[in-house]
């Protein structure tokens, strides 16, 4: 059904009031705007903007769409969608949800009176809900940079687990017995892997977990000067801190040299790195690397190639993540600066063990 007419015929109404429903005016009954929206998803139609069918992608966010605190992650997201779009000469827009969406609209509504012909979503666990409606709804969508539980929800995202145990695993192995966490206090799957990774190497070492020692802010370079005065501040303090977001372990590195303090001498650091900002640092450094212009060309990329052979499939797409080591962690000295601190008998016989990654499936 390519028409506004042939979606009114086969539901026995009047071009009118589809074309009502579709504008979102107020003077239909719930029972007709349902029908016409249940009509308009699985037959698929979208409104044409003069007579050329609209090649625009939404890049929505619940909130306002971009936040300085994750540094070079939207801009590579960014870049990366736009790749894929252009393989199919689709454009894009930015919206707002929340700011956009009339109470009395459903999500379809918006997007369709937006102008969309599909949506690349970003959101956090709190936002899960909205997403799940979005996604019964069937309006074309994916999601990136979060998992989702839900078979109705397409989504690509990055597995960071594997790779923070990684981390953690380098730093134990070096002799660090005190090690600080710098988590991202937003709640999404990403951070929810690198926290649970740092208790499990931790746990797997025979080590326990000191709650002074977890530093959860926002991300930020204050929220990384503020974990150095934290350590500085503790008399049995750090030795090696992993910081789960870029503009935090930037924000550490620079209040360590304010300070006086080397790194990685005076205190070890494993960062997170989006792009390529571990390279433009010195020490160059140790850092665990997702590619989020990968993360965005795999999304545009499959829901651009979805609405142009009108074959929809799923998508739930792992990428993998890397830990590189670089010029940020050594092994520490005690207190006084007068030995290393070896790893105990326990963690190394358990840390040096061969140890199998996961797969991650992908379709």
């Given at each position: 059904?390519?028409?506004?007419?042939?979606?009114?015929?086969?539901?026995?109404?009047?071009?009118?009031?589809?074309?009502?429903v579709?504008n979102?005016?107020?003077d239909?009954?719930?029972t007709?705007?349902?029908?016409?929206?249940?009509?308009?998803n699985?037959?698929?139609?979208?409104?044409?903007?003069?007579?050329?069918?609209?090649?625009?992608?939404?890049?929505a966010?619940?909130d306002?769409?971009?936040?300085?605190?994750?540094?070079?992650?939207?801009?590579?997201?960014?870049?990366?969608?736009?790749?894929?779009?252009?393989?199919?000469?689709?454009?894009?827009?930015?919206?707002?949800?929340?700011?956009?969406?009339?109470?009395d609209?459903?999500?379809?509504?918006?997007?369709?009176?937006?102008?969309?012909?599909?949506?690349?979503l970003?959101?956090?666990?709190?936002?899960?809900?909205?997403?799940?409606?979005?996604?019964?709804e069937?309006?074309?969508?994916?999601?990136?940079?979060e998992?989702?539980?839900d078979?109705?929800?397409?989504?690509?995202?990055?597995?960071?687990?594997?790779?923070?145990?990684?981390?953690?695993?380098?730093?134990?192995?070096?002799?660090?017995?005190?090690?600080?966490?710098?988590?991202?206090?937003?709640?999404?799957?990403?951070?929810?892997?690198?926290?649970?990774?740092?208790?499990?190497?931790?746990?797997?070492?025979?080590?326990?977990?000191?709650?002074?020692?977890?530093f959860?802010?926002?991300?930020?370079?204050?929220?990384?000067?503020?974990?150095?005065?934290?350590?500085?501040?503790?008399?049995?303090?750090?030795t090696?801190?992993?910081?789960?977001?870029p503009?935090?372990?930037?924000?550490?590195?620079?209040?360590?040299?304010?300070?006086g303090?080397?790194?990685?001498?005076?205190?070890?650091?494993?960062?997170?790195?989006?792009?390529?900002?571990?390279?433009?640092?010195?020490p160059?450094?140790?850092?665990?690397?997702?590619?989020?212009?990968?993360?965005?060309?795999?999304?545009?990329?499959?829901?651009?190639?979805?609405?142009?052979?009108?074959?929809?499939?799923?998508?739930?797409?792992?990428l993998?993540?890397?830990?590189?080591?670089?010029?940020?962690?050594?092994?520490?000295?005690?207190?006084?600066?007068?030995?290393?601190?070896?790893?105990?008998?326990?963690?190394?016989?358990v840390?040096?063990?061969?140890?199998?990654?996961?797969?991650?499936?992908?379709?």
């Amino acid at each position: 059904m390519s028409s506004v007419r042939a979606i009114a015929k086969s539901l026995d109404l009047s071009a009118a009031t589809v074309s009502r429903v579709l504008n979102n005016r107020p003077d239909v009954d719930e029972t007709t705007r349902k029908r016409v929206l249940d009509m308009v998803n699985s037959v698929g139609y979208f409104p044409r903007v003069g007579a050329r069918l609209t090649d625009v992608i939404g890049l929505a966010y619940p909130d306002e769409p971009v936040q300085t605190e994750y540094g070079s992650f939207e801009p590579a997201l960014l870049s990366g969608i736009m790749r894929g779009l252009d393989e199919r000469q689709f454009d894009l827009k930015f919206v707002s949800i929340r700011r956009d969406k009339s109470p009395d609209e459903t999500f379809t509504q918006l997007f369709m009176r937006k102008g969309l012909r599909g949506v690349i979503l970003r959101c956090f666990r709190n936002d899960h809900s909205m997403i799940t409606k979005i996604a019964r709804e069937q309006f074309p969508m994916v999601v990136v940079a979060e998992h989702f539980d839900d078979p109705n929800v397409n989504f690509v995202r990055s597995d960071s687990y594997e790779s923070s145990r990684k981390a953690m695993e380098h730093l134990i192995m070096l002799g660090h017995r005190r090690i600080a966490l710098a988590i991202h206090n937003v709640a999404d799957s990403d951070h929810a892997d690198r926290r649970r990774a740092y208790g499990d190497a931790l746990h797997v070492a025979g080590m326990t977990v000191d709650q002074r020692l977890i530093f959860e802010n926002n991300a930020s370079f204050s929220a990384g000067e503020r974990v150095v005065d934290g350590i500085l501040s503790m008399r049995d303090r750090a030795t090696a801190v992993f910081a789960t977001n870029p503009m935090t372990a930037l924000g550490i590195m620079r209040r360590a040299q304010e300070l006086g303090l080397v790194i990685p001498r005076d205190l070890s650091l494993v960062g997170m790195d989006d792009s390529d900002v571990r390279s433009h640092v010195w020490p160059r450094m140790s850092a665990i690397s997702q590619d989020a212009s990968a993360l965005g060309y795999e999304a545009a990329s499959w829901l651009t190639q979805t609405l142009s052979t009108g074959l929809r499939h799923t998508l739930r797409k792992q990428l993998r993540t890397t830990f590189e080591v670089n010029g940020t962690t050594v092994s520490p000295g005690d207190l006084k600066g007068d030995g290393v601190v070896e790893a105990t008998p326990q963690a190394k016989s358990v840390l040096s063990a061969p140890r199998k990654l996961k797969k991650t499936k992908s379709s």
